[in-house]
Nanobody, 121 residues
Framework: QVQLVESGGDWVQAGGSLRLSCAAS????????MGWYRQAPGKQREWVAH???????RYADSVKGRFTISRDNGKNTVALQMSSLKPEDTAVYYC???????????????WGQGTQVTVSS
């Protein structure tokens, strides 16, 4: 069993900062990309950022220069440092990890339960 548990969501004023964290627990085996997605009310879930096991990072254009993703491979954790937050960043943020458990041949996407980020103007 694999679980992703997020923390750090909160309410913040525009221009403020928040740090989201996510930890993968259980029999994880090999972990490939780890990342973050978000879903605003009435909208589809969208990709925000991800980091490979080798440390390569990618960001959506909407957050580039404001958000920083990082991971600790030894602890199977990923974090998202969010700065210069805007009201349009308001959403439920979901942690994602591609995990290949022992004896499995392929990577599977695992998701956290989501954490709410609210940015007020």
């Amino acid at each position: 069993q694999v679980q992703l548990v997020e923390s750090g969501g909160d309410w913040v004023q525009a221009g403020g900062s928040l740090r989201l964290s996510c930890a993968a627990s259980g029999t994880t085996g090999s972990v490939n990309n780890m990342g973050w997605y978000r879903q605003a009310p009435g909208k589809q879930r969208e990709w925000v950022a991800h980091v490979s096991s080798g440390g390569t990072t990618r960001y959506a254009d909407s957050v580039k220069g404001r958000f920083t993703i990082s991971r600790d491979n030894g602890k199977n954790t990923v974090a998202l440092q969010m700065s210069s937050l805007k009201p349009e960043d308001t959403a439920v943020y979901y942690c994602n990890a591609q995990i290949r458990r022992p004896a499995q041949l392929r990577y599977t996407d695992y998701w956290g339960q989501g954490t709410q980020v609210t940015v007020s103007s």
